[in-house]
């Protein structure tokens, strides 16, 4: 008889416990969708394209990233991430890989920015902009 008494408590405790993880889930998930973005994570905000000139195109972009401590905004292969913060601070913008795949990446001779370059001989400049006080 006792054992079929634990064998309950130990069910009922086993559904509790998986109710409450399941309603942890949902409010995490729900919490997600309200715009808080998962750690380790960057999304888009804002992107503006200029082609006024010939030849020459001119795009903007603001992202948001929610990074893991030690971690900072960056670029690898053209999309923003979290990356080593020691990588900008030190301005070694190739360290980051931010070039796509067959690209190459060199600085820019003030460490400004860097460019990616394609065999093809097609060159983009990077320049990222001073984080704006919080």
């Known amino acids: 008889m006792q054992s079929g008494k634990g064998m309950k408590n130990l069910s009922a405790s086993g559904g509790a416990s998986l109710c409450c993880l399941l309603l942890l889930w949902v409010i995490y998930s729900h919490l997600l969708r309200e715009g808080q973005l998962a750690v ?22 603001t992202a948001r990233c929610a990074c893991r401590r030690g971690q900072i905004a960056g670029t690898t292969r053209a999309r923003p991430a979290c990356v080593d913060a020691r990588i900008v601070r030190g301005r070694q913008w190739c360290e980051m890989a931010p070039c796509l795949e067959g690209e190459v990446c060199g600085l820019l001779f003030n460490r400004s920015g860097w460019t990616c370059t394609k065999g093809s001989g097609r060159i983009k400049t990077v320049t990222p902009l001073p984080k704006e006080p919080s």
């Open 40 to 61: 380790g994570t960057c999304e888009i905000v804002m992107l503006n394209r200029d082609s006024s000139v010939p030849r020459r195109t001119i795009d903007r972009q």
